[in-house]
């Protein structure tokens, strides 16, 4: 049995998920961008705020935010399988592409908002797939200075997001 996932009205959470047996079902860039049409159309259907991200060849970063209204497991699992179903359909294959249930915690204050973002941004440095952050195309750092605001959402202070929950 799963432990319960911790869900708090208004929370922003680093979400985290693996391919299956840690694929490279992501390392292609065609499939990235795949997954990152799905991570828009997901948007528009469930009016997430997504504040960074990161898509490698086999995981995915978030730094999300539900709405009142959204379901942060609806909104992954929407979003997981219909890739999934475009990734086997491409392939000719059956089953899995995702391992297990996607990883969240709940961000509570504006530092550790701030340290998890620059994480995900230097994840493809520390993987070695870039020399700068700013490069890696596959990455919300990348949109926001492209100002390509159709899946990350613009975020000029992340302090107002913790404001009823401060911790600091």
């Known amino acids: 049995m799963h432990p319960l996932r911790i869900l708090r009205d208004g929370a922003t959470y680093h979400v985290t998920s693996k391919t299956d047996h840690d694929d490279m079902s992501l390392l292609e860039p ?28 086999n995981h995915i970063h978030f730094l999300i935010k539900p709405t009142k209204e959204g379901n942060l497991s609806k909104i992954m699992q929407w979003i997981k399988s219909n890739f999934a179903k475009a990734w086997n359909k491409a392939h000719g294959k059956k089953g899995h592409v995702w391992g297990e249930r996607f990883f969240s ?8 908002f701030l340290q998890i973002s620059n994480y995900i941004d230097e994840n493809p440095v520390k993987a070695g797939l870039v020399h700068r952050s700013t490069d890696w195309v596959f990455g919300g750092l990348y949109y926001w200075l ?23």
């Not at 961008?33 to 490698?56: D, G, I, P, S, T």
Request: aromatic share 16%; glycine share 2%; net charge positive.
């Open 30 to 57: 065609q499939f990235k961008k795949l997954f990152l049409m799905f991570v828009e159309r997901a948007k528009r259907k469930f009016h997430f705020q997504l504040w960074n991200f990161c898509v490698m060849g």
């Open 105 to 112: 915690r709940i961000i509570n204050s504006a530092r550790e």
């Open 146 to 168: 492209h100002k390509c605001f159709d899946i990350i959402d613009d975020l000029t202070e992340p302090e107002s997001l913790f404001a009823e929950h401060q911790l600091l």
